[in-house]
């Protein structure tokens, strides 16, 4: 295609993304702030290396950062390509997404907030599921670029929709896997094996994507494998939490269920991958999450 696409942030999530953009688009152009990641990407998968100017000069612009403050401070210091689509795959604030939105509007720039959900694995395989808020032309237009990374490409609605389903959704993941925490080390202490527990509850009505995933894979092998950090689920438990707060809307198990996440997090020394979260429930039960 002869559009130009960018990517800002060549991150664990980021640098798998990019990487299916060159089969369709000719010009990929990827700029990162440790600039050899860039160098690396552009080595491996095709694509360009550029200067953040030259990157912000792309038709399409796709941004995944850590949080909405790394995309603003680019955003508001720059100049961008008028008639430009952005489409910002970092999981944000929904204030922040409509702020940029209007802004962008005034220089002739379309912003879709559009997180993702599916781990490096399906940025590995393009199997992402994007949630996206913004003006519905401006996602229609931008489909392209967007089905080379994704599998369930969904508008949900207005600038900010995307950035609260995605909250949302990972304050379920953060309940299910502080309740599986607790759940599991009941079983435990009664002597139950915990595989064959698993194997009732996955194909019984208390499963979740925790159990039929997470437990398996990443903590009953006590592996813990770093692909999403529990600083960044801890944010995005706080988004939905400080929503609904601005809303007066009561949520004692989600609020109680962030303030677990933010004290793993901050009680965590290691930068760990979310499911370590579990081991704050470990410290409390004297219980080790392993078969
Ligand atoms: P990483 O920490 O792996 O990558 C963060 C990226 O942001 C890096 O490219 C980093 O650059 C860049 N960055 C950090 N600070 C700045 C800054 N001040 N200015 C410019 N660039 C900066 O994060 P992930 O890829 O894991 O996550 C990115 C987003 O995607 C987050 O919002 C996360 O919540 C979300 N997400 C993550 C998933 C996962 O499984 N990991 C799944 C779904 C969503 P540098 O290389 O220089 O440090």
Not at 122 to 138: D, K, V
Not at 266 to 284: C, G, I, P, R, W
Request: aromatic share 8%; charged share 20%; glycine share 6%.
């Amino acid at each position: 295609m002869e559009h130009s696409v960018a990517f800002i942030g060549l991150g664990a999530m980021g640098y798998r993304m990019a990487a299916h953009l060159p089969s369709t688009f000719k010009d990929v152009r990827v700029w990162n702030r440790s600039f050899e990641k860039a160098e690396a990407h552009s080595a491996q998968y095709g694509t360009r290396a550029v200067s953040l100017q030259d990157a912000l000069q792309a038709d399409f612009i796709f941004s995944c950062l850590p949080t909405s403050k790394e995309v603003e401070s680019i955003i508001y210091s720059n100049n961008i390509k008028t008639g430009a689509i952005w489409i910002d795959c970092t999981s944000g604030v929904p204030e922040s997404a409509k702020n940029l939105a209007r802004y962008l509007e005034e220089k002739n720039v379309a912003f879709l907030d559009a997180p993702v959900s599916g781990q490096t694995i399906g940025a590995e395989n393009a199997t992402l599921t994007f949630m996206i808020g913004g003006q519905r032309e401006a996602f229609d237009r931008a489909q392209a670029p967007i089905q080379c990374m994704g599998k369930l490409i969904q508008y949900v609605g207005e600038s900010g929709a995307g950035f609260t389903v995605k909250a949302v959704n990972n304050t379920l993941l953060a309940a299910h896997l502080w309740a599986a925490a607790e759940s599991f080390s009941l079983l435990k202490q009664q002597g139950v094996n915990l595989e064959a527990a698993l194997a009732c509850i996955n194909a019984s009505s208390g499963k979740s994507g925790v159990t039929e995933n997470i437990l398996a894979q990443r903590i009953l092998n006590q592996s813990f494998p770093k692909t999403f950090a529990l600083a960044l689920l801890a944010k995005d438990t706080g988004i939905a939490t400080d929503l609904a707060r601005e809303q007066r809307l009561p949520i004692p198990m989600l609020a109680l269920t962030q303030q677990f996440m933010q004290a793993a997090h901050v009680s965590d020394q290691d930068n760990s991958d979310f499911s370590a979260a579990v081991k704050l429930y470990e410290y409390m039960s004297n219980i080790k999450l392993e078969q």
